[in-house]
């Protein structure tokens, strides 16, 4: 089955600097990789979505690439703001389409 | 447009009682999940449901867990006898198409 990888567990960083977590997957077959943000006692909630079919994509301070070739994919935030505190969970669907998880990124940014 | 309801929110109970969950997706959405979510881990796909049958439960402790979803909407997740291993929170989610949505979770403790 599809096994998820990702980098680093926690991250750190200065207000107005970038953040990036890298994901790595096993199946080649994956072809839907979703980001969830997770707020302390809340429920994940997507805040990003690649499909096989493309590079890369964009919305507004979010980013996210995929490389099929070496199976990875990375989030990248800009201008971080306290607000984007919390714990990002990378996903890949395996060849039954079932969903699966990064073990997440604790991001902190300080002011 | 309303999200995935789940209750009780919280519960706290004794290793070997019992415990139900209870799920109410996203109006139309054939795909319902159950997950569950160890503090510091990502979700962990319990069982899966299109409509009301299973399509994935391979991850669910069957000696002690079972779900359903008779009418092919809501759906109860049991846990019978519980462990203290089993202390998580059990997402719901459901989906119409790839993108997933969760519910708020039920925060279990078995103490």
Redesign the interface.
Known sequence: GENVEQHPSTLSVQEGDSAVIKCTYSDSASNYFPWYKQELGKRPQLIIDIRSNVGEKKDQRIAVTLNKTAKHFSLHITETQPEDSAVYFCAATDSWGKLQFGAGTQVVVTP | EAGVAQSPRYKIIEKRQSVAFWCNPISGHATLYWYQQIL??????LI?FQNNGVV?DSQLPKDRFSAERLKGVDSTLKIQPAKLEDSAVY?CASSSG????????SWLTVV
Not at chain 2, 40 to 45: D, E, F, V
């Open positions: 510091g881990q990502g979700p962990k796909l899966q994935d997402l790839d993108t997933i949505y969760f519910g708020e979770g």
